[in-house]
């Protein structure tokens, strides 16, 4: 639903057509719920549940995306989690998520759990579950129609809300900062019952491998490349660049395969607090329409007495996954 291209031939006026054509129109459609995010390298959870409990500190995350700017009914998305520590080689997360595009809204809730083990001196190998719930609905009341008596936009539909899992697992090579992962957030399919038509939903796979390479003690590179997979749908992939300059500050570049390209900045604006803020423009169709999407993230550090105690640097200086 995020990557395909923009219609001007449908009954709704700007991005709501495009919804609808791909929910519930007369033909069968392959479409995914799945919002689409940059920043998660910065915050894993929003891909896999591993991530909790991974590091020595605890987080909170916030992150705002605006997607296609200037178009009516465009993307945009707000997603919350906590990632703790539980004893040494446990963690627990909490997510929670609200997605909108045109009629389209997505509100998820979900729990993380994940064990972390050591394979041998070099090697650390991690799993993760998730549990969780979440209502798609449509909501068809705002909308302009050029035939407004059309039946197949009478009321609005809701799938109610349905349980759902998701899990991943992830392999990283100790002190070192090369990682991969592989997750599925959602294993389960969301539908509208006897009203679906011809949509189908789709559930995505993410693999995701990153490194970080040490230039001197002012500079830090962070390569990474993730991939999308599902049953009937195209393959959909990222690589990203990032370079961490005295550990303060994150300069980066983005590519999404016949998507967009983006710049990334972030900064440590203190002990406990992050700022991550990328720009997209995109390469698609859709650029025809609109040059622009937004994404903003915050990340909190919670310490304990012990670590207030200690520097913080090496414990807040690392963006990585």
């Not at 449509?138 to 009321?155: R, Y």
């Not at 310490?303 to 690392?318: C, I």
Request: hydrophobic letters at 35%; proline letters at 3%; glycine letters at 10%.
């Amino acid at each position: 639903m995020r990557e395909l291209n923009y219609s001007q031939s449908s009954r709704i006026k700007g991005f709501c057509a495009l919804v609808f054509l791909l929910c519930f129109g007369n033909f069968k459609s392959q479409a995914q719920i799945e919002t689409m995010y940059n920043l998660y390298r910065l915050n894993p959870q929003v891909l896999t549940p591993v991530q909790a409990g991974s590091k020595d500190t605890s987080e909170v995350h916030l992150m705002y995306r605006q997607q296609w700017l200037g178009i009516e009914g465009a993307p945009r998305t707000m997603y919350f989690n906590g990632n703790f520590k539980w004893k040494q080689k446990r963690g627990i997360g909490v997510n929670a998520m609200f997605d909108q595009a045109g009629p389209v809204k997505l509100t998820m809730v979900s729990g993380d759990f994940a064990y972390h083990t050591q394979l041998n001196e070099n090697w650390d190998l991690s799993g993760g579950i998730r549990l969780g719930v979440g209502n798609v609905s449509l909501d068809f009341a705002n909308l302009e129609l050029t035939s407004p008596n059309d039946v197949l936009f009478a009321g609005s539909r809701s799938t109610g809300m349905m349980f759902n899992m998701g899990w991943g697992v992830r392999i990283a090579r100790k002190n070192q900062g090369f990682f991969a992962s592989v997750s599925m957030p959602r294993i389960l399919k969301y539908d509208f019952g006897n009203l679906s038509g011809g949509y189908k939903d789709a559930s995505y796979v993410y693999v995701m491998l990153g490194n970080k390479i040490e230039i001197n003690e002012d500079l830090t590179l962070y390569p990474n490349a993730m991939a999308r997979i599902a049953t009937d749908v195209p393959l959909s992939w990222d690589a990203q660049l990032m370079a961490n300059v005295k550990h303060k500050l994150d300069v980066g570049l983005t590519y999404r395969h016949q998507d967009s390209w983006g710049l990334r900045l972030g900064v440590q604006a203190s002990k406990k607090t992050y700022i991550g803020y990328v720009y997209e423009m995109p390469t698609s169709e859709i650029s025809k329409v609109s040059n622009q999407t937004h994404e903003l993230g915050l990340r909190f550090f919670i310490f304990t007495k012990e670590q207030r105690e200690r520097s913080p640097e090496s414990q807040v200086r690392s963006p990585k996954g």
